[in-house]
């Protein structure tokens, strides 16, 4: 049987989609300003993902300052991510305000991890472990609130009582916060 094997450039096409999705969400013309605004810190925040996705990938693993270079970038998502954390969330956008600080939080302990992981004397394959899985559920976080920003609110997020008001039900993808 013959292998196929997709060339580098489209996997990473492929995980920016979701990133590049929320530009088209937000380009429609807008009439009110906490929403116009909202919508141009976002698209800030997305195009900040995907440059930092573009040079953690060009880092030569063999260099010298290969870490240095890896945690550098990491420390600029971690305060990419406390910034889009810290965005007022417009109204009509359920749980966006609580996953993203949820997501920032755990691109925090990630980084924290990875500093521990690669920053020491010996690499720590557990901490390593630990940071992407933290890594993973930020970005788990950050699914869920361009699902949201789409109009479509995970099934088992959130749970509606009364008149609309929510009780947050944690992501099926971590621990509950």
Do not use: W
Request: some cysteine; charged content about 20%.
């Amino acid at each position: 049987m013959k292998t196929l094997t997709v060339p580098r450039k489209y996997i990473i096409a492929l995980r920016l989609l979701p990133f590049l999705s929320i530009l088209f969400l937000l380009s429609g013309c807008g009439k009110n300003p906490e929403l116009d605004t909202y919508k141009a810190n976002m698209e800030q925040f997305f195009e900040n993902m995907k440059v930092y996705d573009s040079a953690i990938n060009s880092i030569d693993s063999n260099s010298e300052t290969a870490v240095s270079e890896l945690l550098s970038l990491l420390d600029s998502m971690d305060a990419s991510f406390a910034q889009m954390a810290s965005l007022e969330v417009p109204d009509g956008f359920p749980g966006v305000s609580e996953l993203a600080d949820d997501a920032s939080m755990y691109m925090t302990e990630a980084v924290s991890c990875f500093h521990q992981a690669y920053g020491g004397e010996s690499f720590d394959a557990y901490m390593e472990d630990i940071a992407r899985q933290n890594y993973r559920f930020a970005n788990v976080r950050l699914q869920y609130i361009l699902s949201i920003l789409h109009g479509n609110i995970p099934e088992g997020l959130f749970t509606y009582e009364d008149e609309g008001t929510g009780s947050g039900d944690a992501p099926e993808d971590g621990p509950a916060s």
